[in-house]
């Protein structure tokens, strides 16, 4: 029996048991092969910023991980890289993607999330995912690449099928979107050259660091990790904070009493739900030791920061929703040179989701107790989430 199995149904019962058994499991990766799982807050930690767990696959011993088959046009992204490649890319990235652009989103995302919550009417009940918590990232990131609205609805399917594909779909369904999605974005960057805007993927067709830029690959997979990853990982956190708050009423109540609390119960929300059970797949250019345990050189290491932000030993009583709680050091977002780039959309806008929907409804409630997550080690999150609403009158 795989040491990890009931992971997608009771993950937290499994981090428990496997954390107290052992600093590192030899288990069934996602993709079938055999990988060892990390589970401690202090080994993930240091196993994120470690330069000897290499993201580069080309480190994968022969015929072990398989993982996403992406074209060469959407493979060489930040999460295959390592120095001196990904140093290049994310400082070419960062004369584009900078805070100020992400401070001048604040407003335009409160209009968004004001619009979605305006259809929802004053009462009544909704599928907060499919109205609200997957509508408004995929609106934001796409406004911030510059997507046109008719094209929106597309990427949003194609990003589904590929993080938590449907069992039932037909064979071949996976490989069907990501031919459709670098086809569009093969169209829309030929269209920003030839007719620039004011969004990002102009100016990463612009930008210039001492006369380097970015080669057409690399461009077209930075455009396809910032949908896929900016779109996935804030539908999860928004998602997943609006249940552990209707969850919790306690918790609930104190934070519509002081709304000001809002950007660390963001934090909190991340580390005790966070987007992802794993962080992306690392393989040694030599044999590590990890808590004690060798990991041969190129052999598949899974990390896990669901597992760490559970971890007592960091985080006490970690299983209980604590808003007063100091969450920093949570890894929900990574650590180290890999940390999520878009780490400071994704919580700008979770914080404005929540606040609105909040200043919006003084009467909120899980409509439906039998929950449904994704069957999917990549996205932590809901399928659906119903809840019923009552619109405040004054």
């Not at 990988?35 to 240091?46: E, G, N, S």
């Not at 949003?156 to 670098?182: F, I, N, Q, S, Y």
């Amino acid at each position: 029996m795989d040491p990890a199995d009931g992971l997608l149904d009771h993950p937290y019962d499994v981090y428990r048991r496997l954390r107290d058994t052992a600093p590192v499991h030899r288990i069934a990766g996602p993709d079938g092969t055999p990988a060892w799982l990390v589970t401690r807050y202090d080994d993930v930690r240091a196993a994120l910023a470690d330069p000897r767990l290499s993201l580069d696959k080309r480190h994968a011993t022969a015929g072990t991980y398989k993982g996403f088959s992406l074209p060469p046009a959407l493979d060489a992204n930040l999460l295959n890289m390592d120095p001196p490649d990904h140093t290049r890319i994310r400082r070419l990235v960062g004369r584009a993607f900078t805070p100020r652009r992400i401070e001048q989103l604040r407003a335009p995302i409160r209009r968004t999330a004001d619009r979605l919550l305006d259809a929802l009417g004053p009462h009544g009940t909704a599928d907060l995912v499919a109205s609200y918590a997957a509508p408004l990232p995929i609106t934001v990131i796409c406004d911030l690449l510059g997507i046109p609205d008719e094209h929106r609805m597309d990427f949003r399917v194609w990003t589904d099928t590929l993080v938590a594909p449907d069992p039932a779909a037909p064979p071949g369904t996976a490989k069907e979107a990501v031919v459709a999605m670098l086809g569009y974005l093969t169209r829309l960057l030929a269209d920003k050259r030839r007719q620039p805007a004011d969004d990002l993927l102009s100016d990463l067709i612009a930008v210039r660091d001492e006369g380097d830029r970015l080669s057409e690959d690399e461009l077209m997979s930075l455009a396809f990790l910032i949908l896929f990853a900016g779109y996935e990982n804030t539908v999860q956190l928004i998602g997943n904070a609006v249940l552990a708050l209707l969850q919790d009423p306690d918790q609930l109540a104190a934070l519509r009493a002081d709304p000001a609390r809002l950007p660390a119960a963001v934090e909190e929300f991340a580390r005790y739900e966070g987007p992802a059970l794993f962080a992306i797949r690392r393989f040694p250019v030599e044999d590590v030791t990890i808590g004690g345990v060798t990991i041969p050189a190129g052999e598949t290491v899974w990390v896990s920061p669901s597992a760490a932000n559970r971890d007592p030993s960091r985080f006490p009583d970690p299983d209980r929703l604590d808003l007063a709680r100091d969450a920093s050091g949570h890894l929900a977002l990574g650590h180290g040179i890999h940390y999520c780039l878009g780490a400071p959309l994704a919580r700008a806008e979770t914080e404005i989701a929540v606040a609105a929907l909040l200043e919006r409804f003084d009467e909120l409630a899980l409509a439906d107790e039998n929950l449904h997550w994704r069957r999917s080690l990549r996205a932590r999150g809901l399928v659906e989430l119903q809840v019923s609403y009552t619109r405040k009158t004054s």
